[in-house]
């Protein structure tokens, strides 16, 4: 690999919440590798990647070296981090989970696991014994967490804090539009429905037609209620979506439903679409009900009124 990478190296007691930490780093669209054996770290660092990745290049990289790694030695281990900056410019950081020994013997205890450094003696031995043997990677650390006191949640929240990255974090984002006779969709975040707006299926000019056509765009533009109600969807959006990423959602998806999914949805779901990326999110817009054909069975003319 010839250009400098940003690298985290990520240890700490058994317990102390590595897995978890890898996991939340990995949904951020980090490259995660865990308990990779140490004569394979230049290895790994100067292998290219297949043709057709090489953006993934540019990805920052999270090793998870413990205990249990072959060939750990705390020591050995701060030697080639310094070397990993001299000789190859990485920028490397080290970050530490730490936790109290009363509360890694309580966590073992409650998962019935023994502790991997202690298979056949009280898990409070391996705790000491793995203190002792990571004392030197924890005080050469950059950075240091105490799981103490974390749940699962609160460390996954700490992790999105400290290593989220500008453009690589975010929620892959989907806008979907369906047809709620051919089915609601499972995955939807959140849903609306748009059958309130005038239906273009009964104008004979506009019903072979798509909400991607002009012509059917303005039909339903045209109805009382739409600017307001898709003004407001589109601000509760920009209201939601930021919370949802502050939370940790590696997806979400938000679906617009009509009643065959081929004019009110697959306009307001481009609409919107537009607006999102406008205000700096990356959507990917579906249709999921675009190409099915239209049944009359299935529309619904606006009761009471003319046709909708």
């Not at 002792?132 to 804090?161: C, G, H, K, Y």
């Not at 990326?277 to 069975?297: D, K, M, W, Y």
Request: proline share 6%; glycine share 8%; net charge neutral.
């Amino acid at each position: 690999m010839t250009q400098p990478k940003t690298i985290l190296l990520l240890s700490g007691l058994s317990g102390a919440g590595k897995t978890t930490a890898l996991k939340t780093l990995e949904d951020m669209g980090w490259e995660v590798v865990d308990n990779i054996p140490l004569v394979l770290l230049d290895r790994l660092l100067d292998t290219p990647l297949p043709a057709g990745h090489a953006g993934e290049d540019e990805r920052p990289l999270a090793l998870g070296i413990d205990a249990r790694t072959r060939g750990f030695d705390a020591g050995a281990i701060v030697q080639r981090i310094k070397a990993l900056r001299e000789r190859h410019g990485h920028d490397v950081e080290t970050l530490f989970l730490d936790c109290s020994g009363t509360e890694l013997e309580r966590r073992f205890a409650e998962t019935r696991r023994r502790h991997p450094l202690a298979l056949d003696r009280p898990a409070a031995d391996g705790i000491a014994r793995e203190r002792e043997l990571t004392e030197p990677l924890r005080r050469w650390a950059s950075q240091v967490i105490d799981t103490t006191s974390f749940t699962s949640n609160a460390l996954q929240q700490e992790m999105r804090n400290r290593f989220s990255i500008e453009g690589l974090s975010a929620p892959v984002l989907t806008i979907l539009s369906f047809g709620y006779s051919r089915g609601v969709p499972r995955n939807a975040d959140l849903m609306f429905d748009m059958r309130f707006l005038r239906n273009p299926h009964w104008e004979e000019d506009l019903r072979p037609k798509t909400g991607l056509e002009p012509d059917v765009a303005a039909y339903i533009q045209a109805d009382p209620a739409y600017e307001e109600a898709v003004g407001r969807i589109e601000d509760l959006l920009l209201l939601l979506l930021p919370r949802y990423a502050e939370g940790g959602k590696a997806y979400i998806t938000v679906a617009f439903g009509c009643t065959g999914g081929k004019h009110r949805s697959v306009h307001v779901a481009t609409r919107v679409a537009k607006h999102l990326q406008e205000a700096g999110f990356s959507p990917t817009v579906l249709h999921r009900n675009i190409e099915s054909s239209p049944q009359n069975s299935l529309e619904k003319r606006r009761p009471g009124g003319p046709k909708a």
